[in-house]
T-cell receptor, first 116, second 110 residues
Framework: EAGVAQSPRYKIIEKRQSVAFWCNPI?????LYWYQQILGQGPKLLIQ????????DSQLPKDRFSAERLKGVDSTLKIQPAKLEDSAVYLC??????????????FGPGTRLTVL | GENVEQHPSTLSVQEGDSAVIKCTYS??????FPWYKQELGKRPQLIID?????GEKKDQRIAVTLNKTAKHFSLHITETQPEDSAVYFC?????????FGTGTRLLVSP
C-alpha cells in the first residue's frame, strides 16, 4: 500500500514569513498526527485529528501554528509568522483506527524547515 | 503527562555484537510501547512493538522486554550488522498520545 505522503520535502524561509505543509495519509486511515522533530530529539506531537475533528492540540503553539483536516483525509499545517526556533522536521503520521493503543502509526518522509 | 527517558544517547558496537537500549516511562497508564528506527534523513520506521499484557516479544534479531512494575522497557539487537546503524527511538502510549524518547544513535562498525 502507498505510504504517508508529505510535501514539500524541504523549505527555507526567513523569520516572520509564513509556510504551509501538506500531508496525505494512508488511504482509509482515520487518525492523522503532526509531529515536530528538532535536530537530535524525538518527535513531539503537535496535533492529532480523528477524521476531521481535533483530538489533541495541547502542544500546538496556537498563536502561530494552525492545522486543518477539512474532509477527514488530507491535512495542512501552517506557521505564521515563523521564528528561528521553528527550524525542524515536521512529520505527519497516520493510523488506521481511532488512535487507540492497538494502532500503529506510520510516518511520512517529513518536511525539513529551515528558518533564517 | 507521560515522560520517556532513553539511554544511552550514543552506542558504538562491533559487527556481530549485541546492542541494548533502555527506556523508562512515568505514566502507569501507558499500555503500548513501539520502537522506531530512523536512518539519516528518512522517516521513522516501526521495527517492533509490545503491549502491556506481554513481557517479551521477539522478531528475528530484535527483541523487546517490558517490566511494568519498574516501568521500563528495552530493545535488544543481536548479531548487529552495519545496516543496523541508525537512530532508535522508544515511545510510550497513554490515552491515545505517543510520547517519544530522545533517541539512541547506534553505530555498528565492520
Amino acid at each position: 500500500e502507498a505510504g504517508v505522503a508529505q510535501s514539500p520535502r524541504y523549505k527555507i524561509i526567513e523569520k516572520r514569513q509564513s509556510v504551509a505543509f501538506w500531508c496525505n495519509p494512508i488511504s482509509g486511515h482515520a487518525t492523522l498526527y503532526w509531529y515536530q522533530q528538532i535536530l537530535g530529539q524525538g518527535p513531539k506531537l503537535l496535533i492529532q485529528f480523528q477524521n476531521n475533528g481535533v483530538v489533541d492540540d495541547s502542544q500546538l503553539p496556537k498563536d502561530r501554528f494552525s492545522a486543518e483536516r477539512l474532509k477527514g483525509v488530507d491535512s495542512t499545517l501552517k506557521i505564521q509568522p515563523a521564528k528561528l526556533e521553528d527550524s525542524a522536521v515536521y512529520l505527519c503520521a497516520s493510523a488506521q483506527g481511532a488512535g487507540g493503543s492497538t494502532d500503529t502509526q506510520y510516518f511520512g518522509p517529513g518536511t525539513r524547515l529551515t528558518v533564517l | 503527562g507521560e515522560n520517556v527517558e532513553q539511554h544511552p544517547s550514543t552506542l558504538s558496537v562491533q559487527e556481530g555484537d549485541s546492542a541494548v537500549i533502555k527506556c523508562t516511562y512515568s505514566d502507569s497508564a501507558s499500555n503500548y510501547f513501539p520502537w522506531y528506527k530512523q536512518e539519516l534523513g528518512k522517516r521513522p520506521q516501526l521495527i517492533i512493538d509490545i503491549r502491556s499484557n506481554v513481557g517479551e516479544k521477539k522478531d528475528q534479531r530484535i527483541a523487546v522486554t517490558l517490566n511494568k512494575t519498574a516501568k521500563h522497557f528495552s530493545l535488544h539487537i543481536t548479531e548487529t550488522q552495519p545496516e543496523d546503524s541508525a537512530v532508535y527511538f522508544c515511545a510510550a502510549k497513554s490515552f491515545q498520545k505517543l510520547v517519544f524518547g530522545t533517541g539512541t544513535r547506534l553505530l555498528v562498525s565492520p
